[in-house]
């Protein structure tokens, strides 16, 4: 293990993607599962994500999901990866946020998106339109104003029971989203690791503009992306099949489908476009074995100077995601926790 490699912390975020002949409802089952397995192999933080009427994804209301892994949990970091802020009232998600904080007291963290519902009829049934993120500094200084009690918008008005406590608040961010986190002094979750001069160039300016806040002294740099070890560099291509289809299919038919297995999807005859498409979705992962997966992760490491690595991988077996998870903590060292995922007891 490189020296980089050891000194970076390993984290988990999973999307809740649906799979082909299973529903939404067990794809939020299997993200608490797996919860409890990243916990039990030592990862530092399981983040859930958001999103909005997509047929493949389940999860839609993040802080819901964080309260059931937390409560299936017992020692490992929960959050979000990420709350998207434009759709939602800033005083609403630091309610929600302090009730978190509230039962699962030092283990929940805040990850904020600046995305707002990708169709007109998204963000019509949110009550937001196209513009709803052009003032998103404003609403992030506002959100974090209930937490510290700063805010003055609303006199009288308190975010109870979260103002006064410390839920350290992360930005995703690419591009002006890192200038962003750097001015607010917030932590940076950016990815991906396929595009690495967008990545490196991201690193780069947040850590130049950064000014210290009452939330970060210094800059602190989460690499999120797609990584996927297996017994052979083949296995490890075939976990990314799935999501390079869904991602190809989406972008031909406008619609984002439940995960399908790698064999179905290998066996497809796919239209030019759709060829295309899905090639270049399969490249510039992390993927291979235990050793071509370790200098990878330690040249990425290197070179971004990462703090923390996020891992984002979606697929249809979730026996091999497993396995992958299993395979990545060896590769960073990490100690298992003592206590069997309560899945398994």
């Known amino acids: 293990m490189s020296s980089a490699i050891a000194s970076t912390r390993f984290s988990v975020l999973d999307r809740s993607r649906i799979r082909t002949g299973h529903d939404g409802p067990q794809a939020l089952r299997d993200s608490v599962r797996l919860a409890q397995e ?44 990420g709350v998207m802020l434009p759709n939602h009232q800033p005083l609403l998600v630091a309610e929600q946020f302090g009730v978190l904080e509230s039962l699962f007291p030092g283990r929940i963290d805040m990850g904020l998106g600046r995305s707002v519902g990708f169709t007109d009829g998204i963000r019509k049934a949110l009550g937001r339109d196209r513009t709803a993120a052009e003032d998103f500094p404003g609403q992030l200084t ?10 003055r918008s609303h006199p009288q008005v308190h975010a109870l029971p979260a103002e006064g ?17 750097a001015a607010a002094g917030l932590p940076l979750v950016v990815g991906d690791l396929r595009g690495r001069e967008k ?19 210094e800059p602190y740099v989460v690499v999120a992306g797609t990584i996927a070890v ?23 038919h406008g619609s984002f489908p439940p995960l399908a297995p790698a064999d179905r999807i290998e066996a497809r005859t796919m239209t030019e476009k759709e060829r295309v498409l899905y090639e270049k979705g399969m490249r510039g992962h992390l993927y291979g074995t235990q050793d071509e997966v370790a200098a990878g992760l330690g040249s990425v490491i290197e070179e971004t100077g990462a703090d923390e690595v996020l891992v984002t991988t979606s697929t249809y077996d979730r026996v091999a995601l497993l396995g992958s998870l299993r395979r990545l903590a060896r590769i960073a060292g990490l100690t298992p926790h003592r206590t069997a995922p309560a899945a398994t007891r």
């Open 199 to 217: 990545l490196l160039r991201a690193v780069e300016r947040y850590r130049s503009e950064f000014r210290p806040s009452t939330w970060a002294a």
């Open 165 to 181: 406590l410390r839920i350290p608040p992360f930005l995703l961010a690419t591009g002006e989203g890192a200038g962003i986190a």
């Open 38 to 81: 990243a916990e039990a192999l030592g990862y530092h933080r399981f983040w859930v994500a958001e999103h909005h009427s997509v047929p493949g994804v389940a999860g839609s209301a993040p802080t819901v999901l964080a309260a059931a892994v937390a409560a299936a949990t017992a020692t490992i970091r929960v959050g979000t990866g």
């Open 142 to 151: 506002e959100l974090l104003g209930w937490l510290d009690g700063t805010q």
């Open 230 to 252: 297996a017994g052979s560099r083949e296995e490890a291509r075939r976990i990314l099949i799935p999501e390079a289809w869904s991602m190809a299919h989406s972008r031909t």
